[in-house]
C-alpha cells in the first residue's frame, strides 16, 4: 500500500481515520442519537435581525494539500455573500475524527463538517437532510451535470446528506516507461485478468542474483483497496444488501481472494507485505498498479521520469464492474443553526468555478462541464493522457455498502484474516470460511442489541 498521502476515497489517510473513528463512533450515536434535535426546515425566512447581522459558519475540515484552493473558495464565497462568513477550523488529519466526535458529543457540533459515502451512515444521525434544498434547487444548482454515479454515492436510504468535492475511482495504473523498455503494447480497455497477469510477469524484472529490479505490480495489503475489487469482479459480495449476513465464503468471492494471493505466491508479480519498495507505484519500481488512488496524481506528476497512465480496470469473469467509487464529500450538521445559508455556501463549494479550482490541482471533476472543458485542453505533457478513462470507469464502479458495521468488520474482524493468507499462507477457503463465520457471529450480536433498532 502506498505511503503517499491521497486526498478522497478510502486511501492510506481514510485507513488510519476509519480505526479511529468506528468504534467510539458506535458508542456515541447511542449515546447521542435521541438528542440529535433537527435544526429548522428548508425555506423557513429568515429574521428581519438575523437578515442585518452577518452569520458565521464553522466548517472543520483536516489540514489538505489543497488548502490553498478551499480558502481561496472560501475568500470567493464571502466576497459573493458579505452577509456569511465561514470560518475553517484546521485539524491536523490524524486529529479530526477525535475532533469532531467530541464536538458533537459536547452538543457544540460544526456547521460542516467533512463527510462522505463511506461515513454516511456512521455520521447520518448528525447529518442535516438536504433533499429539500436539493430537489429546491436542482434546477438552480445545475444537478444533472453531476455524474449520476456520484449523485447515487451521496444519498443514503434515498435521502441527500452531503455533496460531493470530487472523488477517487478505481482504474488501472502503468508506468510508461517500464512497458517501453520491455517493449510491452501498454493496457487497453479490453484487458482481461490473464493479459493483466501475462504482463506482469513480462515487467516483472530480476538480476543475475535472482533479486527483483522491478515489480510487475503492487498489491494493496491491510485493508480492503483491492480484494474486495477483485471479489467483486468474480461476482461475488462481501455482504448481502441488507449488511445482515457476510458472503465472503461463497464460490465467487474465494475465486477473487484467489486470484488476489495468486499475484505473491503462484504469478510471483508481486512483493509479499513489508519486501517491496517504499512508496509503491510512485517509487518507479512498479509496472502497474490494480486499483490506485485518483488522490495520489499531484504526488506522482511532482516525480521528475514518472510518465505514467491509467486504463479501466482488467476485466474479471463478471466483466469490468467491481471497482470502486468514493466521493470527498461535506455536509450540515443537523443543530446548525443556519441551514439556509449553510446550503448556499454548499451550492458554492461545489459549483463549476469551486469544482474547476480542485480539478486544476489534479483532481477529478464531479460535474460532466468542467471534466468536458478539460479533456479539450489536454496537452502531450498531461497526466494521465487517458483522462476521459477515469470518468469512464464511473459506470463499472460501486460504492461500499452503507452500513455502520461496514468499517469495523471489515478492518477489525476480516482483514486480519485475509493478512494471515498472506503473511502466513492460510488457504483462501479457509480464511474467507473462518471471516464469513465471524463476521457474521458480529452481525448476530449487533441485531440483538438495542441500538439495532436506529438502523442498518
Known sequence: MSQLPANNGFDSISLRLARHFCGACICLLAVLLAGCRRASAPGTP?????????????????????????????????????????????TPEPQYQTKLK???????????FWC????????????????????????????????????????????????????????LYYN??????????????????????????????????GMVLTWGSTIVTGWWGEWYILVRQAGGQLFNPQVTSCQLNS??????????????????????????????FASGKYAMEFGGHTGNWPVFDAIPGLDWDIQLLPKGSHGHSGGEVAVDAVGISSRC??????????????????VRRYVNTGLLSIRRSVAEDSFRHLTPQYHPQHLRTAYD????????????????????????????????????????????????????????????????
Open 116 to 171: 462522505g459515502d463511506v461515513w454516511v451512515a456512521y455520521l447520518q444521525p448528525f447529518l442535516y437532510d438536504l433533499t429539500p434544498f436539493v430537489e429546491r434547487d436542482a434546477r438552480e444548482y445545475h444537478l444533472d451535470d453531476i455524474y449520476p454515479a456520484l449523485r447515487r454515492a451521496c444519498q443514503w436510504s434515498g435521502r441527500w446528506y452531503y455533496l460531493p468535492r470530487f472523488f477517487n475511482v478505481s482504474l
Open 393 to 456: 470507469a464511473l459506470a463499472y464502479a460501486e460504492p461500499l455498502p452503507q452500513s455502520r458495521d461496514f468499517i469495523e468488520i471489515a478492518l477489525e474482524i476480516i482483514q486480519p484474516e485475509v493478512d494471515r493468507v498472506l503473511s502466513e499462507r492460510v488457504p483462501v477457503p479457509v480464511a474467507c470460511d473462518r471471516a464469513a463465520e465471524a463476521a457474521n457471529a458480529f452481525l448476530h450480536t449487533i441485531s440483538q442489541s438495542p441500538s439495532a433498532a436506529n438502523g442498518p
Open 46 to 90: 429568515v429574521s428581519a435581525a438575523g437578515a442585518e447581522h452577518q452569520v458565521t459558519l464553522t466548517w472543520l475540515l483536516s489540514t489538505e494539500q489543497i488548502r490553498p484552493q478551499t480558502e481561496a473558495i472560501v475568500s470567493d464565497f464571502e466576497k459573493a455573500n458579505p452577509d456569511i462568513h465561514v470560518q475553517l477550523r484546521w
Open 176 to 209: 510508461k516507461g517500464l512497458f517501453d523498455a520491455a517493449h510491452e503494447p501498454y493496457p487497453t480497455a479490453n484487458w482481461t485478468w490473464a493479459d493483466y497477469v501475462s504482463a506482469a510477469q513480462t515487467l516483472t524484472r530480476r538480476d543475475s542474483n
Open 337 to 354: 443553526p443556519h441551514p439556509e445559508e449553510a446550503w448556499r455556501f454548499l451550492k458554492f463549494l461545489t459549483s463549476e468555478a469551486s
Open 102 to 112: 467530541t464536538l458533537i458529543a459536547a452538543g457544540q457540533p460544526p456547521d460542516l
Open 251 to 280: 464460490p465467487q468471492a474465494i475465486e477473487g481472494m484467489t486470484r488476489y494471493a495468486d499475484k505473491i505466491f503462484r504469478y510471483k508479480i508481486s512483493p509479499s507485505p513489508g519486501y517491496g519498495p517504499a512508496n509503491g
